[in-house]
């Protein structure tokens, strides 16, 4: 019996035959699928929305809300969740031109509600230029969001990198280098936490 088979049972059994509600039951095959994919695609969870849409035949609204409740009911700690959610946005981030502002693109509600009422906290707010997925946050509120969550080395490089990428001026070379720091961020501090949180930005990531 495959993994998927077995987690599905696992769940599907847990509260006794036909107890789990079809809206659950939606929920957590697109959980399984995004860990373990479809026919030997490999996780889902690396693709966009739309892309899974197209695979799944389904609604790109549709597949928006079945990752949120996998999340919620299926994923463990939200927590985690959101903080892998966050460092996988994160790695594909870029730097606006004036360099007081990270532009991250972030599909997920869960990630992007976890965030924004991080940043509540702190007295900072996002926005959205473009469209929902496309975010806009002050990279002083992003940094204290981050020192609350993650180890302070591998922040710490992180900063010093962002320092020197807002300075540079040609639009192109300041794009590579704050992806590249970006991305290293990403991975050591995934890994530094381990768990849950490596497990998802590993899966968003498609990394091995």
Not at 76 to 93: I, M, S
Not at 104 to 111: K, N, Q, R, S, V
Not at 145 to 162: C, D, N, P, T
Request: aromatic residues 8%; glycine residues 10%.
């Amino acid at each position: 019996m495959s993994s998927f088979e077995t987690e599905f049972l696992d769940n599907y059994l847990k509260f006794g035959l036909g107890a789990m509600p079809k809206a659950d039951i939606d929920a957590l095959v697109m959980h399984l699928l995004d860990q373990h994919g479809l026919g030997g695609s490999g996780p889902l969870a690396r693709l966009n929305n739309q892309t899974v849409s197209e695979r799944l035949k389904t609604p790109v609204a549709k597949v928006k809300k079945l990752r949120y409740e996998a999340a919620l009911k299926f994923g463990g700690r939200v927590e985690d969740q959101a903080a892998g959610r966050l460092l996988a946005a994160l790695a594909n981030a870029s730097l606006e031109p004036q360099g007081d502002k990270i532009c991250l693109i972030i599909e997920d509600t869960l990630a992007k509600n976890w965030l924004q009422g991080q940043l509540k906290i702190y007295q900072h707010i996002f926005d959205h230029p473009f469209s929902t997925e496309i975010v806009r946050v002050s990279a002083d509120g992003l940094f204290q969001v981050l020192e609350s969550l993650f180890g302070k080395k591998e922040l710490a490089a992180f900063r010093a990198g962002y320092d020197k990428a807002k300075d540079i001026k040609d639009a192109a070379e300041r794009k590579k280098l704050f992806k590249g720091i970006a991305m290293d961020f990403a991975k050591d501090a995934a890994k530094a936490a381990g768990g849950t949180v490596l497990a998802v930005v590993k899966g968003q990531l498609g990394l091995g």
